[in-house]
């Protein structure tokens, strides 16, 4: 799902994105300025993942996508993670209900 958004609010996600992405991406390569601290890793992950899940990163941060492995890490995760999800609507309809109904 994707929403609309002006450009500051784009400007706003980019800049929160592209420091999350710095963060994960330093303590990733084992910088030695940065002090890894997990739980910050880990909200700095989950911070990219719920942004690219609302925008499509690639289009709104192709550099970002180009220049952070972290990033691209995420986009290209949330891109098979959909794929599955179609696939599995398609091909196993049953599994698909049984598991909708499941999570209600």
Request: aromatic residues 10%; neutral net charge.
């Amino acid at each position: 799902m994707t929403y609309k958004f002006g450009r500051s609010a784009l400007t706003s996600l980019a800049a929160t994105a592209s420091t999350a992405a710095g963060y994960v991406d330093a303590c990733d390569t084992g910088a030695w300025h940065t002090r890894l601290d997990p739980a910050h890793y880990q909200i700095c992950g989950t911070l990219l993942f719920h942004i690219f899940s609302m925008i499509d990163a690639k289009d709104a941060f192709p550099a970002l996508i180009e220049q952070s492995a972290a990033a691209r890490d995420i986009y290209e995760s949330l891109k098979i993670s959909h794929r599955l999800e179609i696939g599995r609507r398609i091909y196993y309809p049953q599994l698909s209900a049984l598991l909708q109904k499941l999570s209600a």
